[in-house]
Nanobody, 125 residues
Framework: QVQLQESGPGLVKPSQTLTLTCTVSGVSIDTEYYYWSWIRQPPGAEKESVGAISYRGHTYYRENLQSRASISRDTSKNQFTLQLKSVTPADTAVYYC?????????????????WGQGTQVTVSS
């Protein structure tokens, strides 16, 4: 059974860096051809893709976030991590990690077959 679990702080101050980690169990994150994504849902808005890392470690970012977002992985721990720098209140959202096969940077929730439970992140001073 594949499971994803997000971890990280629930409150971040403006201008700081948000760091979230997704721990994956039940499958190795370097298994072909899976992509491992961060998706967020701001209040009152639809879910949107933030970025993804491939089974080979290649990274992809939403265009308007690519200057601030960075995704990395630790295959020994079967984890991948999102760092989002210079956060503002507009980055307040529920953040999810999710898995897809052969697809990345999709905003369609149907393209993801496994999700973490989500973690609320609030940016506020």
């Amino acid at each position: 059974q594949v499971q994803l679990q997000e971890s990280g702080p629930g409150l971040v101050k403006p201008s700081q860096t948000l760091t979230l980690t997704c721990t994956v169990s039940g499958v190795s994150i370097d298994t072909e051809y899976y992509y491992w994504s961060w998706i967020r849902q701001p209040p009152g808005a639809e879910k949107e893709s933030v970025g993804a890392i491939s089974y080979r470690g290649h990274t992809y970012y939403r265009e308007n976030l690519q200057s601030r977002a960075s995704i990395s992985r630790d295959t020994s721990k079967n984890q991948f991590t999102l760092q989002l720098k210079s956060v503002t209140p507009a980055d307040t959202a529920v953040y999810y990690c999710a898995r897809s096969w052969g697809i990345f940077l999709s905003d369609d929730v149907e393209d993801y077959d496994t999700w973490g439970q989500g973690t609320q992140v609030t940016v506020s001073s």
